[in-house]
């Protein structure tokens, strides 16, 4: 089946430290992935996505590199800021023919926060 | 624009009421979602909209009602509910269901909704 598996958080950082979330999955067919951010008393918003093998996703200084062969598509930011405080979602789509094609599996969230 | 809005923004209701939420997109999607998120946890997928029929309801209590009135619009007609049922109600769009590469979803703001 498909699934994501999320580090336990809470992620505790200073600011400019160096961020990392990792996450893992499990799918039947060819998956999409995803990292959405959701801030606190808002909705899911896309952080940044990737469609196939060693794509790299990237966007608001977040990157994330789709390894086909660990699995994987960790979260990592170079130096994270006081309003990078959210909670963080990976999300996997299986793209293969099916009756699970389109839906969105989420993995737990980790959520970071960001001291001064 | 990647925009979804989500009225009202929050709602209390007793468990005799009738309402309803509202979920509008304007970017020529043509499928929709229902999603349930309780605290600290991942949305939970309830229903989906595909070409404004309904493709998917994840066993969703009769009390949830939805209704896809054209392909921008999507409501949830909520009556008779419970106390467990308050949750942040999130709405998203997608360019199609069960396409590969036209799946990225893009969330609402949320109707946080509590039920007394």
């Known amino acids: 089946g498909n699934s994501v598996t999320q580090m336990e958080g809470p992620v505790t950082l200073s600011e400019e430290a160096f961020l990392t979330i990792n996450c893992t999955y499990t799918a039947t067919g060819y998956p999409s992935l995803f990292w959405y951010v959701q801030y606190p008393g808002e909705g899911l918003q896309l952080l940044l996505k990737?469609?196939?093998?060693?794509d790299k996703g990237s966007n608001k200084g977040f990157e994330a590199t789709y390894r086909k062969e660990t699995t994987s598509f960790h979260l990592e930011k170079g130096s994270v800021q006081v309003s990078d405080s959210a909670v963080y979602f990976c999300?996997?789509?299986?793209?293969?023919?099916?009756?699970?094609?389109?839906?969105?599996?989420f993995g737990r969230g980790t959520q970071l926060t960001v001291w001064p | 624009d990647t925009e979804v809005t989500q009225t009202p923004k929050h709602l209390v209701m007793g468990m005799t009421n009738k309402k309803s939420l509202k979920c509008e997109q304007h970017?020529?999607?043509?499928?929709m979602y229902w999603y349930k998120q309780k605290a600290k946890k991942p949305p939970e997928l309830m229903f989906v909209y595909s070409y404004e029929k309904l493709s998917i309801n994840e066993s969703v209590p009769s009390r949830f009602s939805p209704e896809c009135p054209n392909s921008s619009l999507l409501n949830l007609h909520l009556h008779a509910l419970q106390p467990e049922d308050s949750a942040l109600y999130l709405c998203?769009?997608?360019?199609?269901?069960?396409?590969?590469?036209?799946?990225?979803?893009?969330f609402g703001p949320g109707t946080r909704l509590l039920v007394l």
């Open positions: 990737a469609t196939k093998a060693d």
């Open positions: 998203a769009s997608s360019q199609d269901f069960g396409a590969a590469l036209q799946e990225t979803q893009y």
């Open positions: 970017m020529g999607h043509r499928a």
């Open positions: 999300a996997l789509s299986d793209r293969s023919r099916g009756s699970t094609l389109g839906r969105l599996y």
